[in-house]
């Protein structure tokens, strides 16, 4: 299975535009993932495993890291944060606004019903997740271009001012 390990405030997560914060992180390299998949994070062992090729590509391993650190900084923030981002899509679906940040929230958004976002289900509340991954990878990486970063400029804009607002363009507490 060819795993390697590092500590979150050693040499991989060090080297992030992002400065992080909390309870260490284990982050581990693992060349047997699913083809499609790029990493996976285990909430309750504070453990992000990513594909080992991501290792010979250093800014695409950092957006898809930061994206990871962001499933941490999701649990933290609270409910009102994390509702407010939820209305903030909402406000974007009624505009229909079309893309994403990212492949991991688009394909989600895509596979969505109007009923979702009504319901509050569980294909939406995931949506909202990765979507906020999604676009704190966009954000805080030194990515700018990227096929994945569909959604236009100006839901960008709002996306920017919602992580300003909630002091998450800065010192992220995973």
Known sequence: MGRTHSSARDPLVALLRVPVTGPPLRVEFAADLKP?????????????VLDAALRRRGREL??????????????????APRWSYE???????????????????????RELARADRIRR????????CESFCDTAAWLHGRIKRH????????????RREWFRRYGLDGLISV
Do not use: M
């Open 121 to 128: 289900t569980r294909r939406w509340r995931e949506y909202v």
């Open 147 to 158: 096929e994945e970063f569909t959604l236009a400029s100006t839901h960008r804009v709002r």
């Open 87 to 109: 209305e903030l899509l909402v406000e974007e679906a009624n505009r229909r606004a079309r893309g994403e940040l990212g492949w991991s929230a688009e394909w989600r958004k």
């Open 62 to 79: 950092e957006r898809i890291l930061i994206h990871e650190l962001f499933h941490f900084t999701w649990l933290r923030i609270g409910n």
């Open 36 to 48: 499609s998949v790029h990493a996976a994070t285990f909430i309750r062992q504070r453990r992000i």
